[in-house]
């Protein structure tokens, strides 16, 4: 292994290989469909109402996956990779951390809606540590931010935004650390 010239770990590999598609959605769906079967077949009524249930959701969260491919296509299409890799890429500095910071403070909803949207600026050149800094900062809630004063206190409330902005940008910092220049692979 250490006399072999071609022998690199996972994340130490620099080559660009083409990838067969990931087919993680289509078994994450197939897997789905046959736990429901099988549910079915003991308990129909308790199935049935789990599917109504998963429906509900559905239509709960179809609104906003269909707001993020929006977004996605706009990002596509008037933004280019460059002027994203310049503000949020390798190069971004504070400007990128500050951004991260600020895009996670400010954004709403459920978390998993954004992962098309991000993974998509992964693609373009957006760091790893920036996007776990946008995920982390999102931990602060500003709507709630009153209640939690009326409850603990200014104090608290201020000592505990601040931890928790600076466990954001240490999480990105160790992440940027350990995966430099995105050597995790997007399968997307």
């Not at 239509?59 to 299409?77: F, W």
């Amino acid at each position: 292994m250490g006399n072999c010239p071609n022998y690199r770990p996972f994340l130490m590999s620099n080559t660009k290989t083409k990838k067969a598609p990931n087919k993680a959605g289509w078994i994450l769906l197939v897997s789905v469909v046959i736990l429901y079967g099988v549910a079915a077949l003991f308990n129909s009524s308790e199935a049935f109402e789990a599917l109504k249930k998963s429906v509900k959701v559905l239509q709960v969260i179809l609104p906003v996956l269909l707001i993020v491919v929006l977004l996605m296509a706009v990002i596509n299409s008037f933004i280019q990779p460059k002027k994203i890799a310049k503000h949020l890429g390798k190069e971004s500095g504070v400007k990128g951390w500050v951004i991260a910071l600020l895009s996670g403070l400010f954004s709403h909803g459920s978390g998993y809606v954004w992962y098309p949207m991000l993974s998509d600026l992964r693609r373009h050149g957006v760091r790893d540590g920036l996007i776990v800094t946008f995920f982390y900062a999102r931990a602060i809630k500003l709507p709630w931010l009153p209640m939690m004063v009326a409850y603990f206190g200014t104090g608290f409330t201020l000592a505990l935004t601040f931890y928790i902005l600076l466990g954001a940008v240490l999480q990105g910092l160790i992440i940027d650390k350990l995966l430099p220049d995105s050597e995790l692979e997007s399968d997307v």
